[in-house]
């Protein structure tokens, strides 16, 4: 399965959201690391899978489940980049094979500790707030079943692309054709103008693609994310970066619509998951 990117994943914004869900004082001891609700009433254990190799377990409620790992009642902090990389990484990691598991999941984010006190321990806080937010959880376990998260990205070759609206523009070759007969310092300025117009028709063609591209893609979305463009690199420009709530049985349509997007000259594009649906629904 593909590993969902972090930036996505669980560090919206680029940084990390310190999350407690708890009914409790801020006092040490035992807690519980909740990764996902799922939709089944499952105990048992996910094995040693956890961040830090802890044992992941599930703790049933009627018809739903969380699952979690023990831990003490303090974030997870590290001014270590790659240990907080992995911490995410196994994270996401859990919440991958719970969806296999259960089905059908809603993520939490990352750092998110149930606590418990000298006279409720985590656990029956967590029952406590499984009970309060039950049916919350199961009209969102319900609008996500059946279906999976996945990523679509669409690029430009900008150089691919200029050369054909180079060959296409009658206002290109006029401006070419005119600065042939013009003297060194005059043909400096036509081709100042022709840099000009083709960045208009670049701009034009990017807009076009992906106005053409979004209208193909949504009709097999049942929700959609824009998210953030990433920066040029070399010639290769990304248009469009999608967020796609879809359901299990239409990603291999998504997959040929994609292929068909990518036939024209200087389109690229990029598929990615399916995941569960981190970016549309959470437990908390």
């Known amino acids: 399965m593909c590993e969902k990117s972090l930036e996505t994943m669980s560090l919206k914004g680029g940084s990390l959201r310190e999350k407690s869900t708890q009914s409790s004082t801020e006092g040490g001891g035992e807690a519980l690391y909740l990764y996902c ?25 009627r018809d739903i489940s969380a699952v979690v790992h023990k831990c003490l009642s303090e974030p997870y ?50 029952k ?12 969102n376990l319900e609008r996500v079943k059946g279906k999976a998260e996945v990523g679509v990205q669409i690029f430009l070759d900008r150089k691919v692309v200029a050369h054909a609206l180079m060959k296409a523009s009658e206002e290109m070759k006029g401006l070419n054709e005119e600065m042939k007969e013009k003297t060194p310092g005059m043909a400096y300025f036509y081709m100042q103008k022709i840099q000009r117009a083709l960045k208009r028709e670049l701009e034009g063609k990017a807009d076009e693609y992906f106005k053409d591209s979004y209208g193909r893609i949504k009709k097999y979305a049942d929700a959609m994310r824009i998210e953030k463009t990433k920066k040029t690199e070399g010639d290769r420009q990304m248009i469009m970066n999608l967020s796609l709530l879809i359901q299990k049985d239409k ?8 292929t068909k997007i990518k ?17 549309f629904v959470t437990a908390t």
């Open 37 to 61: 609700v799922g939709d089944s009433a499952i105990e048992g254990s996910l094995g040693n899978i956890g961040i830090e190799q802890n044992m992941v377990y599930s703790i049933p409620y």
């Open 77 to 126: 902090q590290s001014n270590d980049e790659e240990t907080v990389k992995e911490w995410v990484l196994a994270h996401q990691r859990v919440v991958d094979v719970a969806w296999e598991r259960f089905g059908t999941v809603l993520p939490s984010g990352f750092d998110t500790i149930i606590k418990g006190n000298g006279t409720v321990s985590a656990e029956e806080n967590l």
């Open 128 to 139: 406590k707030w499984l009970e309060e937010n039950y049916e919350k959880l199961k009209d």
């Open 251 to 258: 990603i291999k349509l998504l997959g040929e619509e994609l």
């Open 263 to 279: 036939e024209a000259k200087g389109v690229e594009t990029r598929f990615t998951g399916p995941w569960p649906p981190y970016s």
